[in-house]
């Protein structure tokens, strides 16, 4: 392992959080990402709570003064004109003053809230705040039980590969197959004028990316119509977990500051999913699968989403066959956790969310097992993770084998995500933070 100097990892992710702001939102990166996203603005807070508490909490604000009246959260605000990304607010066609997407992304803001919360050296200053942001990030919660799971089966599906945040996952080449290009209309793509084509997904993913927003548009952006239109619905396991976890952390929260009625929803809809989430399990894989929804069948491939599971708490058992399966890939890989199984034909791993050690995802895991009580593999993953940086810097993802980072550099979540691996457990960088 590289010898790492935490203050001098501290300040450069401060100077990448401080780089990428915008005043009242973050962009991820410069050039390839120029607008607001939803998870990574959340995640990105968390990086900002450890500089200044006031604009962390403004990040998550900002994200939700976007929300749809439905409840939905957009994956993307577009504060700003920028034609140096596509697809732009044109080819969405959503009718708002500041023009969004019309999908939403992993729901980490429940999470995020509660953890600026409880780290806060003076939570009552950020009370208002936080019994603010509380309803509305309940009503999101709802929102994915309406329209992402409208036969109540308690997972919640999504229906675009963006939606999930792993854009070109091998999960879903098969579903993604079936998404038919014809009527795409002519695009140029700008992701591959900013990034090594190589490291991005292919044109026939983006086409089919293209198709879904088109047809989505085509319905008016009704999101109690998307789910059944859609013939793209997956459920993602670690997606769901994400949703429990934000629940019950937003339903802590709430019973602390006196808000017992959305404690006791969103805890009813924690339950609901984890109650499902067991039929996601693989014993022959030892690790979650994601379901195709449209066929009703596991799919066969063994990625990250099921191993992100134990972001929330799936129990002692469970969280023990994934401690293990981490445990067997840090024996195939110089550096841990790729985001698709490192011995299968499909891996890649420079390519994307196909092979590629993302920080963010490192950071769930990690998390979720110190939780369970699984330390060693957790000190691992951040010891792998700490390792990256220093060999590689603040990239979007990293090469699981020879460590090179891959997509954007600079990136946002990638440096929040170091400041909170300083803080982990024992804290390897408690100095550097408490500077
Ligand atoms: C992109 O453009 O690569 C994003 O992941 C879509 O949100």
Not at 38 to 46: M, Q, R
Not at 64 to 73: E, K, T
Not at 387 to 410: K, N, Q, R
């Amino acid at each position: 392992m590289t010898e790492i100097d935490t203050s001098a990892l501290f300040a450069q992710a401060a100077g990448v959080l401080q780089d990428n702001d915008r005043g009242t939102y973050s962009v991820p990166t410069k050039g390839l990402y120029p607008f607001q996203w939803n998870w990574d603005s959340c995640l990105t807070a968390l990086g900002y709570g450890f500089l200044d508490e006031d604009r962390a909490w403004t990040e998550i604000e900002t994200l939700f003064r976007h929300q749809w009246d439905d409840g939905m959260v957009p994956h993307i605000v577009f504060h700003v004109e920028d034609d140096g990304y596509f697809p732009g607010p044109d080819v969405w066609g959503v009718a708002r003053e500041i023009q969004t997407s019309g999908i939403s992304n992993p729901p980490v803001a429940g999470f995020a809230i509660r953890r600026l919360y409880d780290r806060s050296s003076n939570p009552e200053a950020f009370r208002a705040r936080a019994e603010a942001l509380i309803p509305k990030i309940s009503h999101w919660h709802r929102w994915f039980h309406a329209c992402r799971d409208p036969e109540g089966t308690g997972l919640v599906a999504v229906i675009h590969p963006w939606e999930t945040g792993r854009d070109n996952s091998v999960d879903w080449d098969a579903a993604f197959d079936r998404v038919p290009t014809e009527g795409v209309k002519p695009y140029t793509r700008r992701d591959t004028s900013h990034a090594n084509p190589e490291h991005r997904p292919t044109q026939a993913q983006y086409d089919r990316y293209i198709w879904l927003v088109q047809h989505f548009r085509s319905l008016g952006w009704d999101n109690s119509r998307l789910h059944d239109a859609s013939p793209f619905q997956i459920v993602d396991p670690g997606f769901n977990a994400i949703l429990i976890r934000s629940c019950e952390d937003l339903a802590d929260l709430a019973d602390a500051l006196g808000m017992a009625e959305i404690a006791a929803e969103n805890r009813a809809m924690a339950e609901r999913t984890r109650a499902a989430l067991p039929s996601l399990w693989s014993e022959a894989h030892g690790q979650y699968l994601c379901l195709d929804r449209k066929l009703g069948t596991l799919i066969d491939s063994r990625s990250i989403g099921g191993l992100m599971t134990v972001f929330a708490d799936i129990g002692a058992e469970h969280a023990g066959r994934i401690a293990e399966r981490v445990e067997e890939i840090a024996s195939q890989t110089k550096w841990i956790v790729p985001s698709h199984d490192p011995a299968a034909a499909d891996f890649n791993s420079t390519r994307y969310w196909r092979g590629p050690i993302w920080l963010i995802i490192n950071f769930m895991i990690a998390d979720g097992l110190r939780r369970q009580g699984r330390i060693e593999t957790s000190d691992r993953i951040v010891g792998s993770s700490l390792d990256l940086i220093a060999v590689s810097g603040l990239a979007e993802y990293y090469d699981p084998h020879t460590g090179e980072g891959c997509g954007g550099g600079h990136f946002s979540w990638t440096a929040a995500m170091v400041l909170e691996f300083l803080n982990i457990g024992d804290g390897v960088g408690n100095e550097a933070l408490n500077h």
